[in-house]
């Protein structure tokens, strides 16, 4: 470990002793509870008071300087930690082993090789367009590669079916205050992907089959965001760097350069910031 390297380290570490001390004035906040739905409460401007799910993976508290995911602080994560093991943390409630943690990252690689979605993309004006606009075009040309979700052999059964489109906010019904979301996702559900039978007999020996949705969103919207970064600057698509890490193979798909190990670090723990509390967009909508 070179001593730039450290020195971060060190400089992460300091900033954790400066936030104790100074919100070592605030209460202590009381333990969050189970809460026992449906619940009234009263909303005050900008959602205040709002209470509009309940998580186990991120925990904020402003006054006290706390962002914790699955129990761990976040000063600790990015002193001691990469992307892939904090990511690996969100998903599962827990770090990896060096096992899981190999084959988490090869899994990340593999399913950063999207040379259809990427040919696809490019027959649009990607160079002319938003990021964010182009992001959503290529999320969705990835969904057409790995998922059957847009072909008829996608269509749900009638009993699964909802009364309006899943893009859409499902209202027909009134709310009754269920214990578990609509959308709820089941890490056991992997029927809408497409695999051959030998793919299917190697996901049943994994743990995590149930995420491999969330691997290839992780692995996938990296790529897209690096490809498209290279063609708003004139130049082609690069893909993943096998001997890179997460953050090392963004920035090498976006500049073309290897990067250095202190530049890598660095992306690591900007990348690191990947969750809070609540995504408020959907809940505002």
């Known amino acids: 470990m070179s001593k730039d390297i450290i020195h971060i380290k060190e400089i992460i570490l300091k900033a954790a002793q400066n936030a104790i ?9 009381e333990l969050t509870k189970k809460i026992d739905w449906p619940i009234k409460c ?3 401007p900008g959602l205040e008071g709002a209470i509009a799910c309940e998580s186990k993976i991120g925990y904020v ?26 990511s ?12 899981e943690l190999e084959t988490y990252k090869q899994k990340l ?6 040379n259809k979605t990427l040919r696809l993309l490019m027959a649009f004006p990607v160079e002319k367009m938003h990021v964010m606009a182009a992001l959503r075009l290529g999320t969705n040309l990835m969904r057409q590669e790995f998922t059957i979700l847009d072909t008829e052999e996608g269509k749900p ?13 499902a209202m027909e019904t ?12 089941d890490k056991q559900d992997t029927r809408w992907f497409k695999k051959t039978k030998a793919e299917e007999k190697a996901r049943q020996s994994i743990d995590s089959i149930g995420f491999e949705a969330c691997y290839h969103l992780i692995a996938g919207v990296s790529v897209i965001v690096a490809a498209i970064s290279r063609i708003h600057s004139g130049k082609l698509p690069l893909e993943p ?8 193979n963004l920035l090498y798909m976006i500049s073309g350069k290897i990067p250095s190990p202190i530049e890598e670090r660095i992306m690591d723990y900007c990348s690191s910031y990947i969750k809070d509390s609540f995504w408020q967009t959907p809940f505002r909508t």
């Not at 001390?21 to 202590?28: L, S, V, W």
């Not at 690996?88 to 096992?99: A, D, I, K, M």
């Not at 760097?241 to 090392?248: H, I, K, R, T, V």
């Open 21 to 29: 001390q100074e919100t070592g004035n605030e209460p202590e906040p």
């Open 88 to 99: 690996f943390l969100l998903l599962h409630g827990r770090l990896p082993n060096s096992c």
């Open 109 to 114: 690689i593999n399913y950063g090789n999207l």
């Open 241 to 248: 760097n096998p001997d890179l890490s997460f953050a090392g």
């Open 157 to 169: 059964d009638i009993n699964d079916a909802i009364a309006s489109d899943e893009d859409s906010i």
């Open 42 to 44: 009263s909303v005050g």
């Open 174 to 185: 009134i709310p009754f205050g269920s214990n578990h979301a609509v959308y709820e996702f």
């Open 61 to 86: 508290n402003g006054s006290k300087g706390w962002l914790v995911y699955r129990g761990y602080n976040i000063f600790d994560l990015c002193a001691y930690s990469n992307f892939e093991e904090v």
